[in-house]
């Protein structure tokens, strides 16, 4: 969590668009806000958790949270949600819902994309959200921009009773800026309205609420005309004229800093009038947009001619490097790259922390792999796809591995018929859309082993807590799910349910062949903290005695980083097989005495380093 001050008086701040955001919702007078974590949205809420006077809480996953501000909005409260892209997924059932009912108190919504998958499963563009929902989309291109919207959006959304949507990507959420900020603007709750016309989405109350929708689609096109966030930088170039928002917008105005920009800041609806004004003083329009040519598309559908996609790529972020060979070329003009000095990185695949609680699942499913097909989900135990485990089979989404292992099972093969199917989850992931695919493996009586990774913390956004920690998001004391009756309440039978240390491996071990081989579903848990969290304790480090190790690299397939290979070596047995050797040392700095890697040594050449010193 980033350290910053929270003055009351206006001043000027170094943010993060993510510290600039909290900080303007507080100052709207926002009363309640919740969040599932997600890169790159997170640090929204745990810097509005730091706020005192505002409600912040994480919720089980986007939906709930974002089912919490409407209520919180129809109780008469400005409210807040914040999401990754792949959260509105998840949300969007309550979106589509309120969309027609809209708000009480102003409602915003933030959705950050991860443009150029840094953290994610896929790329989307959340502008969609406001063409399917009808709603506003405002879009900064910088922290004091998206401090000045978010205050913006509080006030529409009241204006025009609807939720509105603030699109940011990875670029905004963690670059910082100077924000001139100002002071809290309290306001009261104005209390809930009794109106079941309008609250109650029945059939024939949602029917007449479309009218009313339709009706604010003309007056926000309207709005859009003539916002004051949407503005022409002038410019001497003529030949380009560019349409950009967003990030967009700063790399445009980097590499053509003579031509005109059409800036939209408000870019659902797409102000086509001003657009068309606009492209009459210029010879060619240039829409610059990120991942989808949505306003593209608009523009091209109301009679305007524009580039767009036809040279800009379609995924990952614009820049001046991508920008300036596709225009040049399209102006018929040379340009040559500039060279760069590129940093010398040795490269290294992904993998998991020193110590990690992770580590002696993936070893034991490694152990395994010919015998089962595992489903796996996602966060940071994903990596165990990668080497050396290679220990899962699928990942596509939040929640998924419970269903499809239900499915892999239901729809397994003649070839796969004697083997056993597993599915890993973990602590966070589990509860934020688990829960129903286990119901459906216990109700279904499924031949499934379920994994659930429990390492007290949503630890691939950066150890979050949530409702399985006993800790709420301003890290007081709260009540916390046991994962075991949780468990057996949705249909597991108790005697197939087993918690375990995972760092005692043979146990885990043992527990997982016994499971796989009954044709019933079955429940193991891992529990051990996350190595980032404050409730980690790491013991004495263990060290390689090299007279002993043999190098046979049995200790190398627990993947440990803190583990390496100081000499390789080949070596002929009398049988004529070749055998590689690999001779490792221990990084007893970075080693967390886990105690893994000397359960895994034949010759016992692994000691506590103290031990090995003194022997």
Known sequence: MNVIAKPDTPTRQLMSGNEAIARAVWEAGCRVAAAYPGTPSTEILENLARYKDIHANWATNEKTSLEIVIGASVAGSRAFSAMKHVGMNVASDALMSQTLAGVGGGLVIAIADDVGLSSSQNEQDSRFWGRFGHLPILEPSDSQEAYEMVKAAFDLSERFE???????????????????????????????????????????????????????????LALAEDSPFNRVDEGKDKRIGFVASGPAYMHVKEAFPDAPVLKLGLTCPVPVETVRAFAGTVKALVVAEETEPLVERDLKAAGIAC???????????LSPAILLPAVKALLGEPWEPQATLQPQVFPRPPTMCVGCPHLPAYYCLSRLRRQVNIAGDIGCYTLGAGQPWN??????????????????????????????????IGDSTFLHMGMQGLIDIAYNKGNVTILILDNSAAGMTGGQDHAGTGRDAGGQDAPRVDFRKLVEALGVKAERIHVVDPYEMPTLYKHLREEIAIPEPSVIITQRPCV?????????????????????????????????????????????????KSWVRIDTAACTGCGLCPKTCGPKAILPARESLES
């Open 307 to 317: 580039h767009g996609k036809d040279i800009l790529p379609r995924s990952g972020e």
């Open 391 to 424: 220990a899962l089979d699928t990942t596509t989404c939040m929640g998924a591995s419970m269903g499809m292992a239900l499915g892999m099972d239901l729809g397994r093969a003649e070839a796969d018929k004697d083997k056993a199917v597993i599915g890993v």
């Open 532 to 580: 980032l969290i404050d409730r980690f304790h790491r013991d004495p480090p263990f060290k390689v005695v090299e007279e002993t190790c043999t190098g046979c690299s049995n200790c190398l397939n627990v993947g440990c980083p803190a583990i390496h290979v100081t000499r390789r070596a080949s070596e002929t047995r009398p049988s004529g097989k070749v055998v590689e």
């Open 162 to 220: 609807c939720p509105v949507i603030v699109r940011l990507t990875t670029r905004i959420c963690h670059v910082k800026g100077l924000v001139t900020v100002g002071a809290r603007e309290e306001r009261p709750s104005q209390g809930f309205r009794h109106d079941s016309a309008r609250w109650v989405l029945v059939p024939a109350n949602a029917k007449r609420r479309l009218a009313a929708q339709f009706e604010r689609d003309a007056r926000l």
